[in-house]
């Protein structure tokens, strides 16, 4: 057998897809459910008592931060859990003994979870329609900001699920690292309105950088340039594949 | 005849510092059903997984059909199918689309017409839309075979097929390991069972602490290390061995009842008429005599246990 394994790459990702829609309610339901009670707490409850910020009200102001929010969180979940439940259950002696690269094993893994977060990022960017008023300035970036953020956190994802040797390390970085950083990353305020030296330490935050350039996809505004946000974003893809390279090369948690 | 899979100097020491394979050579022709036989902890596992790249070797190459499976492993593991010894599957996919899974992740396009042909002939025919984890334990093991099969391997690792596995069931897989054979796969497989390598195999190998301790024909490895013995049931029974009998080795039976001797059925001299001689001079009535060759088994243990007892010996 020679060239690209489409075959493979295809198997891995209808696979990953079919798992989603075993588990639709969870997948896809929850985190649309989630959201909208977000909205409802900080966009009506709250938010109607703050001001706008910049030109945006804050309610239309908190959407690109919650699809944010959820893109990181699905990335990094769907596909840890795709990667890691092979390797708890056994069956990854499959996906090992197979004629397929590491490359093409990502491809799978990390595109159905991108796929699914993408799909959700949608559905939400749909359901805040329904309580406040949207405007994308800028479509193209924003969907291709989904997109790259939704691959380097299944990347992410993907390292984490190899990494993890139980269901407490799989879920230890998002609940520790992620979701912190996601809310002190400007997703439901922007960092200027932090007083110094916060809003300095906030700009080593890389969620910082994600939200922003998402944010500016929309509103044509964002707490730091659109540069530096594509900049740190790429940064970050970059790292999360020359790990993955590594952890195949070396057989990292994978082969004896 | 061609060799389809040839290992040659592998060696596995593990992190931990266990050294589970050392320096074994394997050459394996195409076309032959080969039994790997070997205690738990021999290694038989670690080989088989290290030929179809799970586990890394620590030295040695492994050529599969001319492919080196560890700078080409793509072509090399094309050519193979493996059935594990846990069944290791994801319960809660169909039979059908775990095959088609299987099917896919080796590279080759969907052919259901021979996916369809695997299931009836792994009798999985009607349990094809059922999850798996509907299915009985001898049934999620032929969906192991058939998902080591959707892909058309050329050589098949059955690691311990029939563990755990009823008397019938266990039949039934002797048979389709047959007919794969008769189809020009190559069978490799590891069992506990010696009666399965004694029913099925061309060659058996015998590994024991990470050596290969041999490879021969099965009927010649029986021919040439096979011992009979003799069991002779006594008129009156006797409290031990007369030392007029001292020359045969003889050993005393069922509390005293019967007489066994060992003998080689391949040497010029067997010993059989002298000892019968001897008996009658000796006054020793008899009233039966019974041989029976050993089987598979006992040549193993023997192999096993020689070496041991060598090994101990060399480090005394």
Redesign the interface.
């Known amino acids: 057998m020679t060239g690209v394994n489409f075959h493979g790459i295809w198997a891995i990702y209808k696979f990953e897809m079919a798992r989603t829609l075993r588990t639709l309610w969870q997948s896809v339901v929850t985190p649309v459910i989630t959201t909208s009670l977000y909205f409802i707490v900080f966009g009506g409850a709250i938010g109607s008592r703050i001001d706008s910020i910049g030109s945006v009200n804050y309610g239309s102001f908190l959407v690109p931060g919650l699809i944010m929010l959820s893109l990181l969180t699905q990335s990094i979940a769907n596909a840890s859990i795709g990667i890691y439940f092979p390797k708890f259950t056994g069956t990854v002696f499959e996906l090992l003994s197979a004629p397929i690269s590491a490359v093409e094993m990502v491809i799978g893994f990390v595109g159905a979870a991108a796929t699914k977060s993408i799909v959700i990022g949608l559905i939400i960017l749909i359901t805040s329609a329904f309580f406040v008023p949207l405007r994308i300035d800028h479509p193209a970036a924003m969907l291709a900001f989904l997109v790259l953020t939704s691959v380097t956190f299944s990347m992410f994802g993907f390292i984490i699920g190899i990494w993890a040797k139980g269901f407490e390390q799989l879920n230890i970085v998002p609940a520790l690292l992620v979701t912190p950083l996601t809310f002190l990353g400007g997703a439901f305020y922007s960092i200027d309105m932090l007083p110094e030296p916060w809003r300095t330490v906030s700009l080593f935050n890389p969620v910082v950088y994600l939200v922003s350039g998402f944010r500016w996809s929309f509103f044509g505004q964002g707490d730091v340039s659109i540069g530096w946000s594509l900049g740190v974003t790429g940064l970050f893809l970059l790292l999360c594949l020359g790990l993955i390279i590594a952890i195949f090369r070396t057989g990292y948690r994978l082969k004896n | 005849m061609q060799s389809i899979l040839s290992v040659s100097q592998v060696s596995k020491t593990?992190?931990s510092g266990h050294k589970a394979l050392d320096h074994v050579d394997l050459e394996i022709r195409r076309g032959e059903i080969f039994a790997l036989l070997g205690p738990n902890g021999a290694g038989k596992t670690t080989l088989i997984?290290i030929i179809?790249?799970?586990?890394?070797p620590s030295t040695g190459t492994i050529l599969v059909d001319g492919h080196d499976a560890i700078r080409h492993?793509?072509?090399?593991?094309?050519r193979?199918g493996?059935v594990?010894q846990?069944i290791?599957?994801?319960?809660?996919?169909t039979v059908a689309?775990t095959m088609?899974?299987?099917?896919?992740?080796?590279?080759?396009?969907p052919d259901q017409a021979y996916l369809d042909q695997v299931l009836k002939d792994l009798s999985l025919w009607d349990k094809r839309d059922a999850k798996i984890m509907e299915l009985s334990g001898g049934m999620k093991r032929r969906v192991m075979i058939a998902?080591a099969l959707s892909h058309q391997p050329e050589i098949l690792f059955l690691d311990e097929p029939t563990a755990g596995v009823d008397v019938s069931l266990r039949r039934d897989m002797w048979k389709m390991i047959g007919k794969l054979r008769e189809q020009g796969t190559t069978i490799i497989l590891t069992t506990h069972y010696i009666e399965e390598a004694e029913e099925m195999a061309d060659r058996v190998g015998v590994i024991n602490k990470g050596q290969l301790l041999l490879v021969e024909e099965k009927a010649v490895l029986m021919k040439k290390l096979g011992k009979r013995e003799m069991d002779i049931a006594l008129v009156e029974p006797m409290t031990a061995v007369p030392v007029e009998l001292n020359e045969w080795h003889l050993s005393l039976e069922d509390e005293g009842h019967r007489l066994r001797y060992v003998f080689d059925a391949q040497a010029e001299r067997t010993g059989i008429p002298s000892l019968l001689r001897k008996l009658a001079d000796l006054g020793i009535g008899f009233k039966d005599l019974d041989t029976s060759k050993s089987s598979l088994e006992d040549i193993f243990v023997d192999l096993v246990e020689h070496k041991e007892a060598s090994n101990e010996g060399a480090v005394a």
Do not use: Q
Not at chain 2, 73 to 78: C, K, L, N, Q, T
């Open positions: 593990y992190g997984s179809c790249g799970i586990v890394t492993p793509r072509e090399a593991r094309s193979i493996l594990p846990e290791a599957v994801d319960m809660f996919s689309s088609r899974f299987s099917r896919g992740l080796f590279g080759k396009k998902k």
